[in-house]
């Protein structure tokens, strides 16, 4: 059963405070928390990770219909788009402006089984991507960067955006 138009998508909810939003989504489709940026080898061929490329077309054509200041920006993901949220949220924070923001994380902590996270964010190839810049990008290359340090910088840079992870599961 597919929860398409509920929870903050159901702009009949008198009680939803995102029912007057615009929401722009970026399909999740390629596996890589959006980060991603490279072909990988598997037994049944060569597998597209682009999802870097997707999430950055979907925020030029918000930056393209959206040029004005905002009275409000939300940026958030939910399960695995959490992830993506967390990479993208200093990138969108910069990008838009806006009267005042915040940024929501549902139903996924990005837990890792330990030295796999690093190590899978480098296989995406997403270290030379703008999300992980600075003293970041070397840690990732690496092998050593974690989607939460990439959240932890983006926090630093914008203490007066509220951030928030919920876990409903």
């Given at each position: 059963?597919?929860?398409?138009g ?14 007057s939003?615009?929401i722009?989504?970026v399909?999740?489709?390629s ?8 072909t ?26 959206f ?28 990008t ?11 139903s ?28 970041l ?15 932890m910088?983006?926090?630093e840079?914008?203490?007066e ?9």
């Open positions: 059963e597919s929860n398409a509920s929870g903050i998508l159901d702009a009949s909810e008198e009680k939803n405070p995102f029912r939003y615009t722009v989504e399909f999740y489709c596996g890589d928390a959006f980060v991603g940026n490279t990988m080898q598997t037994q049944s061929g060569n597998l597209q990770q682009r999802g870097y490329f997707n999430a950055e077309a979907t925020v030029a054509w918000a930056r393209a219909n040029p004005r200041r905002l009275t409000s920006f939300a940026a958030l993901g939910f399960s695995a788009g959490s992830l993506g949220t967390m990479a993208w949220a200093g990138e969108l924070l910069k838009f402006k806006y009267k005042s923001a915040v940024v929501l994380l549902d996924y902590a990005g837990a890792f089984p330990p030295g796999t996270q690093g190590y899978t964010v480098q296989r995406w190839n997403a270290c030379g991507t703008p999300l992980f810049a600075g003293k990008r070397a840690t990732c290359e690496a092998g050593d960067a974690t989607i939460q340090q990439v959240l910088q983006t926090m840079r914008f203490p955006v509220p951030f928030a992870s919920i876990q409903s599961k």
